[in-house]
């Protein structure tokens, strides 16, 4: 499981204070928090700050690589603001995200053509959110073959399927899973990637659906995530149902991390109670 | 989600020793604890009783329907004590279970054949436990054919694919899995059941794999378990994930739990803790 830790976004009022400040101290914290956590990108965002944009992204990738030894995510619609934070980036960075809207799509895919970035494509287009798994697969068809026809290879780029609230619809639960099933089966090597929280919006216990979902996903072949690497819950759902999906070989990443999180104690007592 | 409830099994210490002194009070409370949970049907297992097995089934059963108003499972491989069950049995049953070993095959298909009741074929066989999805399927075959041969109408079938613990083998989850999702897809109108606890057997933290298991199953098409329906951390899991599947309508029963089982102090520190 690709694991992109989303805390360091300007949108969240304490990253953007620290932001304001130049609190370096504060963001590296974040950074190492969620790189202790397991996460393989750390997510870089500086979108609030428009015009300071690419001056931002550039000081929270240099602040986050100063600290932990990850690539970043840049989380940004604004090549300006990419093409600073790649010049100071250290490794594979992934780009968050290209989708099939015209503006965002051109602005972008010179930036991915020909390089060795990570992208990850997000199943929108000009023609408004996509509402069937037939819907979302249409725009990664397009999102992957002009992606391809650029040089970027399959294994580099994380279609996301676009999680939309269940509360909405009843059926925008399974439209997802198929839409990531049908993009794993008929692209061979592609990976998947979405955040989950959208599908709880508007009910309550949303966490216990979110996690419940990333199960669900898991089960169609979902390999991305960016979530908040903190959330114990959500972390130890997806190992274990990546131990469940056979994809953890004699459950040592899961084990692991059951020492790890020193959860004997809990263990015990639920052995005892049966 | 037809949930039968596992509680009342004489092979617990608290049940054995209730049933040995006929303190009809405990199981009363068991079963009605139970039905609060909203089970479908109540499982009554005498087992270990041999000789005094017909007479003791009957009593559970007379016991619990003396107070709930649901069907019980019958639970055994002795067709007397099933028979003796039946007898003052009121409602549907269920029969728990059918497989294709070949002495419980030819004890059990007399007493559903031609009949209303339900019934759990489990996929096992003489040749031992089937490890692929491919074994399962085609010891369902056999069991659903014979069973539709005795004019036992698909409807009234629960599959169980045996779950068998992940620590054993690795594939044993995807197999599982992918056995649920081809029972349902060939056999239109039939249904899935399973007991989920073994597929966590030898690692810690069994009530996360349970539960995380139970939501991956549900992604393929589970629509039966047999299960402690007190363990409202699978029960929440089951509703979430029956929402997230598309099954419950306008989330009405997810909601309505959720309010009966008063989270709403925990949601509102979530909903602060974002």
């Given at each position: 499981?690709?694991?992109?830790?989303?805390?360091?976004?300007?949108?969240?009022?304490?990253?953007?204070?620290?932001?304001?400040?130049?609190?370096?101290?504060?963001?590296?914290?974040?950074?190492?928090?969620?790189?202790?956590?397991?996460?393989?990108?750390?997510?870089?965002?500086?979108?609030?700050?428009?015009?300071?944009?690419?001056?931002?992204?550039?000081?929270?990738?240099?602040?986050?690589?100063?600290?932990?030894?990850?690539?970043?995510?840049?989380?940004s619609p604004n090549?300006?603001?990419?093409?600073?934070?790649?010049?100071?980036?250290?490794?594979?960075?992934?780009?968050?995200?290209?989708?099939?809207?015209?503006e965002r799509?051109?602005a972008l895919?010179?930036?991915?053509?020909?390089?060795?970035?990570?992208?990850?494509?997000?199943?929108?287009?000009?023609?408004?959110?996509?509402?069937?798994?037939?819907?979302?697969?249409?725009?990664?068809?397009?999102?992957?073959?002009?992606?391809?026809?650029?040089?970027?290879?399959?294994?580099?780029?994380?279609?996301?399927?676009?999680?939309?609230?269940?509360?909405?619809?009843?059926?925008?639960?399974?439209?997802?899973?198929?839409?990531?099933?049908?993009?794993?089966?008929?692209?061979?090597?592609?990976?998947?990637?979405?955040?989950?929280?959208?599908?709880?919006?508007?009910?309550?216990?949303?966490?216990?659906?979110?996690?419940?979902?990333?199960?669900?996903?898991?089960?169609?072949?979902?390999?991305?995530?960016?979530?908040?690497?903190?959330?114990?819950?959500?972390?130890?759902?997806?190992?274990?149902?990546?131990?469940?999906?056979?994809?953890?070989?004699?459950?040592?990443?899961?084990?692991?991390?059951?020492?790890?999180?020193?959860?004997?104690?809990?263990?015990?007592?639920?052995?005892?109670?049966?």
């Open positions: 499981m690709h694991i992109v830790g989303e805390l360091i976004n300007s949108s969240r009022r304490e990253v953007n204070e620290a932001i304001k400040v130049r609190n370096a101290g504060f963001i590296e914290d974040l950074a190492k928090r969620q790189a202790n956590c397991g996460v393989n990108h750390i997510d870089v965002n500086a979108g609030v700050f428009l015009q300071e944009e690419p001056a931002i992204l550039s000081w929270l990738v240099q602040t986050v690589q100063g600290v932990v030894d990850l690539p970043c995510t840049l989380d090549p300006k603001a990419i093409e600073a934070a790649l010049a100071v980036h250290r490794g594979q960075a992934m780009i968050n995200s290209i989708s099939l809207e015209q799509y051109h895919l010179p930036i991915v053509a020909d390089s060795d970035l990570k992208v990850i494509a997000l199943c929108m287009s000009d023609g408004g959110m996509p509402s069937t798994a037939e819907e979302r697969l249409r725009i990664a068809e397009k999102l992957i073959d002009g992606l391809q026809q650029k040089n970027v290879p399959l294994y580099n780029i994380y279609v996301d399927p676009l999680v939309q609230p269940i509360c909405t619809n009843n059926d925008f639960g399974v439209e997802f899973l198929n839409a990531v099933e049908q993009v794993m089966s008929q692209f061979h090597g592609v990976h998947t990637m979405c955040g989950m929280s959208n599908i709880s919006f508007g009910l309550p216990n949303r966490k216990l659906l979110n996690q419940t979902f990333m199960a669900m996903a898991i089960t169609k072949g979902l390999d991305g995530a960016i979530l908040n690497p903190l959330d114990e819950g959500m972390m130890s759902t997806i190992r274990a149902a990546e131990v469940l999906a056979g994809r953890d070989e004699f459950c040592m990443k899961y084990t692991n991390q059951f020492r790890a999180s020193n959860h004997w104690a809990l263990n015990n007592y639920q052995l005892r109670d049966r």
